[in-house]
C-alpha cells in the first residue's frame, strides 16, 4: 500500500448563514446543527415516489391489439408493396413478419387493449368521453384531433382501444360507478385515485396516493414501502378485475402489469425494422389520463422521442472526439430510440420546515433556495454508488456482438467527459475479457463477420448490474459554460439551451439528472426527488432501506450545506468535476471493479472521501491519477455516514439500515441484482453461462411471473398489517363503515388470508378482487384523513 494516497483538503473555516438558521430555527453549536433540527429528519420530512410499470397483453396474434395494428396498418402495406417492387430488401419486411409469427409465450408488450363499449357503465363511458376532450379544464365539448383512433370495430362489437396504463384509471371509474350504498367518503378517495394513474411515454405510471409523513413506526422507508406496495396492489387488482368484468380474456386479450426495469427485447427488435413514427404510434402513450390538455402532453412524449433518438446519434462525433471510435466504420445506433421504455421508481423528499419558510419569504429567498439545493444535490452525488446493485438493479446480458461503442455506450457520451469515457471503456472491455492473445476485440460490424468471431473465440460479452442506467439518460453532463448546480438562479434553463445547441437535448425537456431539487415555486414544496432507482426485488427488503439511506444522505448533506461545512467552490461545476463525481456511479451500473480520480483534484469533498478508502495506489497507466477500489470507496462512504452524522442515522432510525447495508457490502449474495439474478435463472448458473438473448428474455418471465407473485403477497401482507392496525384502534367508525358496507366483508384479516394465495395466482374472483380494491381504498382514505387532521 502506498504511504501517501491523496493530500489531505486544507482546513477550512465554518461559516454558517447565521441569519438563515436563525429564521429556520436551527442552532449550530461547534460547527453543527442538531438533527432535530435539520430538514428531512423526524416530523419535518415529507415523502413520495413515482412508479414506473411495465404492461404486457397476453394473447394470440388474431386477438390482440398490438399486432392488429401493425398488420392493419398503412405502413406495414406500404414496406410490404415496396419489398414486393423491389425498392426495399424483403429483410425489412421479413424482420416484422416474424416479429409477428415467432411469439410462441403470446405476451405482446406495450400493446393497447379493445373493450366492448356495452360492457362499460356509464360512470366508465362518461370518464372516457371526458378524457378524449380536447380541453378538460375549459368546459367546451370538442374532442381531441385524434380522437377517432380510440374507436374500432372488432368481433362485431364496437370497441374502444386504448393503452393498458389507462386501464386502472377505467376500471375504478366502473367498479364506483357500478355501486349503490357505498360510503360517500370511499367514494371520494377512489375518485381522487383515479388522478394519480397517468403514465410514462409508454408504461403505466403512478405517483403517492397520499402524503407521506410523520410515519408511525418512525420509519419513512417503512412507510413509503407500503404506500407504494399498496399502490401496485391497487393497480394489478384493477387490471385483472376489468380483465373479467369487461370479458377481455374470453376475447382472447388478457392485460398484465409488473415491475420490470428495461426495454422488452422484442419490442427493441421491432424497433430495428420499423420508423421512429411508426414506433410512436404504436408505443407512446396519447396521454388520456393525468392531464387537462392531453394532446400537448402526448407532443411532449413524441419530442423525447425524437429529440433522444436524435442525441443518441449525435454521440458518434464524440466517440470519435474521445479516440473510442478510429475508423470510419460504426454500426449507427437505430433513428428510433427505445431508452424511455425503461421503467424506474422516484423517490421525493420533502422538508416542512424549509417549505414554510419559502411560504412565509424573508430570508429563505429563492435565490437561497436554489443556492441550498444546488449544494445539497452535488454532495448527495458522491453518495450514489451506495444505492446501484445494493437496493436496486436492472440486470442484464449482452453479447459479444453488442459490444459496438456507438451502441453499448448509449448516452453516456454525453454525461461523462473524455478521458472518464475512455478509461470507463477501457475497463469495461478488460472486464467482458474481450481478448485474444492479449489483443482486446470488439465487433467489426457486419453481423456474419461478427457470429464467426464470436465463435471461433469463445467470446461471451458480459453481465452487468444496472441497464437502466446505462441505456438511459440519467444525467446530463455540464458544458463549459453552464452548470445545473451552481447554485445559480436559471442556471437549468441556461443548460438546457447549450444542449440544445450541441444535439444533446431539447430546452423543452426537463433536465435528467440522478438528484432533482424540488423547487417550491414549481413543486409547491422544497425537497430532493431520487431518481437513480431502477427495480427492487423487495419492498420490505430493499425499496425501505433504500429510501431510508436516502433520507440519511440528504440529511446530512443538508447540514454540511446549511453549516457552511462544505460550500459550491469546495465542489466545482465544471465538466471535468462533474464526470470525475459521476464516474463511479456509472461504473457501479457496470461492475466495473475501479475507477480512477485525478490526484490532483480540486474537488475537496472527493478528497475528503478518498482519505478513508483502503488500497488506493497511483495508477501504472494513466500518470497523474489514482486508481480507486469501487468495493473500498463504498466502505468508505458508509464510514463517512457512520462516523460523520451518526446523530443524524439515530434520528432517522437508520441505525439497522446502515448494518444492514455494510452486511449487503460484504457479501456479494445480498444484493439486489444476485438475488434477481437467482430468480430469473431458479438454478446454480451464472448468467454468462446463458446466451444473452435467452437470459434476457427470461428476465422478462421472471418479472412478470415469480416476481410479480412475490410482490403482490408483499403487499397483500402490508395490507393486512394496515387493517389489522385500524380495526385495533377501535374508534374508527368511518373505517368501519367503508368495510362494512362498501367491501362488504365482515372479518377483513381472515378475508385477506382467504385471498393471500389466489389473488397473486391470479386465481381470484371478481368478487374478491373488488373487496380487496375496496379495502386498499378505505385504508389510503384513512390515511388522507390522518393527515387532514394533523393539519
Not at 402513450?285 to 442525441?311: A, F, N
Not at 436496486?392 to 454525453?414: C, K, N, Q, V, W
Request: with cysteine.
Amino acid at each position: 500500500m502506498v504511504a501517501i494516497m491523496v493530500p489531505r483538503a486544507a482546513e477550512r473555516p465554518t461559516t454558517p448563514d447565521r441569519r438563515l438558521l436563525d429564521a429556520l430555527g436551527m442552532r449550530c453549536t461547534a460547527g453543527r446543527i442538531s438533527p432535530e433540527a435539520l430538514p428531512c429528519v423526524a416530523e419535518d420530512a415529507t415523502a413520495g415516489s413515482e412508479n414506473e410499470l411495465q404492461a404486457v397483453v397476453l394473447g394470440p396474434r388474431d386477438s390482440v391489439d398490438l399486432p392488429l395494428a401493425i398488420e392493419n396498418s398503412r405502413y406495414y402495406a406500404n414496406v410490404r408493396r415496396r419489398a414486393q417492387v423491389g425498392d426495399v430488401t424483403h429483410r425489412s419486411i421479413r424482420e416484422i413478419e416474424e416479429y409477428l409469427s415467432s411469439n410462441r409465450d403470446q405476451v405482446w408488450e406495450n400493446s393497447w387493449i379493445r373493450v366492448p363499449k356495452r360492457r362499460l357503465g356509464r360512470t366508465a363511458l362518461r370518464t372516457f368521453h371526458s378524457d378524449i376532450l380536447a380541453n378538460k379544464a375549459n368546459g367546451s365539448p370538442e374532442l381531441r384531433s385524434d380522437a377517432g383512433r380510440f374507436f374500432t370495430s372488432f368481433g362485431g362489437d364496437e370497441c374502444i382501444r386504448f393503452p393498458v396504463s389507462y386501464l386502472p384509471k377505467l376500471a375504478l371509474a366502473e367498479l364506483l360507478g357500478g355501486e349503490i350504498g357505498m360510503p360517500w367518503s370511499l367514494r371520494q378517495t377512489g375518485y381522487a385515485a383515479m388522478e394519480r394513474f397517468s403514465n410514462d411515454n409508454s408504461s403505466p405510471e403512478t405517483s403517492s396516493l397520499y402524503l407521506i409523513e410523520n410515519a408511525a413506526s418512525g420509519r419513512l422507508g417503512s412507510a413509503v414501502a407500503e404506500e407504494a406496495a399498496l399502490r401496485y396492489l391497487l393497480m394489478d387488482s384493477l387490471v385483472t378485475w376489468s380483465s373479467l368484468q369487461f370479458d377481455l380474456a374470453a376475447s382472447g386479450q388478457q392485460p398484465r402489469i409488473c415491475f420490470a426495469p428495461h426495454p422488452p427485447l422484442r419490442q427493441k427488435e421491432l424497433n430495428q425494422s420499423i420508423s421512429d413514427a411508426f414506433y410512436r404510434e404504436l408505443f407512446v402513450s396519447p396521454c388520456l389520463s393525468g392531464w387537462e390538455v392531453g394532446e400537448k402532453k402526448r407532443d411532449y412524449m413524441h419530442l423525447c422521442h425524437q429529440v433522444l433518438s436524435r442525441s443518441q446519434l449525435n454521440v458518434i462525433p464524440k466517440l470519435r472526439e474521445a479516440g473510442i471510435v478510429n475508423y470510419d466504420v460504426v454500426t449507427l445506433p437505430s433513428t428510433s430510440n427505445v431508452s424511455l421504455a425503461n421503467n424506474g421508481t422516484h423517490v421525493s423528499l420533502g422538508s416542512r420546515r424549509l417549505t414554510q419558510a419559502r411560504r412565509m419569504g424573508g430570508e429563505l429567498s429563492a435565490a437561497a433556495e436554489k443556492q441550498i439545493s444546488d449544494l445539497v444535490i452535488k454532495i448527495s452525488e458522491h453518495f450514489l454508488p451506495l444505492f446501484v446493485d445494493t437496493y436496486s438493479a436492472a440486470p442484464y446480458r449482452l453479447d459479444f456482438t453488442d459490444f459496438h461503442p456507438e451502441r453499448i455506450l448509449g448516452f453516456l457520451p454525453h454525461e461523462l467527459d473524455y478521458t472518464h469515457l475512455r478509461m470507463l471503456w477501457r475497463l469495461w472491455k478488460v472486464k467482458a475479457d474481450l481478448g485474444f492473445l492479449g489483443q482486446r476485440l470488439t465487433p467489426y460490424g457486419p453481423r456474419p463477420l461478427d457470429q464467426l468471431l464470436k465463435m471461433v473465440l469463445r467470446l461471451r460479452g458480459d453481465f452487468i448490474h444496472d441497464l437502466r442506467l446505462i441505456d438511459y439518460p440519467v444525467a446530463w453532463l455540464a458544458t463549459p459554460h453552464s452548470s445545473a448546480l451552481d447554485g445559480d438562479v436559471g442556471n437549468v434553463e441556461r443548460l438546457k439551451e447549450d444542449l440544445e445547441a450541441l444535439g444533446v437535448s431539447d430546452r423543452k425537456l426537463a433536465l435528467y439528472i440522478p438528484f432533482r431539487a424540488r423547487e417550491f415555486n414549481v413543486h409547491g414544496y422544497v425537497g430532493v426527488e431520487g431518481r437513480h432507482y431502477s427495480l427492487f426485488p423487495s419492498f420490505v427488503e430493499d425499496m425501505d432501506k433504500a429510501v431510508m439511506l436516502q433520507q440519511v444522505i440528504v440529511a446530512a448533506a443538508y447540514r454540511y450545506a446549511l453549516a457552511g461545512e462544505w460550500r459550491h467552490q469546495d465542489i466545482p461545476d465544471d465538466p471535468t468535476s462533474e464526470s470525475e463525481r459521476r464516474f463511479p456511479f456509472f461504473a457501479a451500473a457496470i461492475g466495473l471493479p475501479k475507477f480512477y480520480v485525478n490526484s490532483k483534484t480540486t474537488n475537496q469533498f472527493l478528497r475528503h472521501m478518498l482519505r478513508r478508502v483502503a488500497g488506493i495506489r497511483p495508477s501504472l497507466r494513466y500518470s497523474g491519477y489514482l486508481h480507486v477500489p469501487r468495493a473500498a470507496y463504498l466502505t468508505a462512504l458508509l464510514e463517512t455516514l457512520e462516523a460523520e452524522n451518526a446523530d443524524i442515522v439515530a434520528a432517522c432510525g437508520a441505525v439497522e439500515c446502515l448494518q444492514d447495508l455494510r452486511e449487503r457490502l460484504q457479501d456479494d449474495s445480498r444484493r439486489a441484482s444476485r438475488r434477481l439474478v437467482r430468480g430469473i435463472l431458479s438454478y446454480d448458473r451464472t448468467p454468462l453461462k446463458l446466451p444473452a438473448r435467452d437470459f434476457n428474455l427470461k428476465a422478462e418471465t421472471y418479472y412478470r411471473g415469480e416476481l410479480r407473485r412475490r410482490q403482490l403477497e408483499e403487499a397483500l401482507g402490508y395490507l393486512r398489517k394496515a387493517v389489522a392496525a385500524e380495526k385495533s384502534c377501535g374508534s374508527n367508525s368511518d373505517f368501519d363503515a367503508q368495510v362494512q358496507h362498501g367491501a362488504r366483508v365482515q372479518d377483513p384479516i381472515r378475508f385477506l388470508e382467504s385471498v393471500s394465495r389466489s389473488l397473486p395466482l391470479d386465481e381470484a374472483n371478481a368478487h374478491d378482487l373488488r373487496a380487496v380494491i375496496l379495502l386498499i381504498l378505505a385504508i389510503v382514505g384513512t390515511r388522507t384523513e390522518m393527515q387532514r387532521g394533523a393539519h
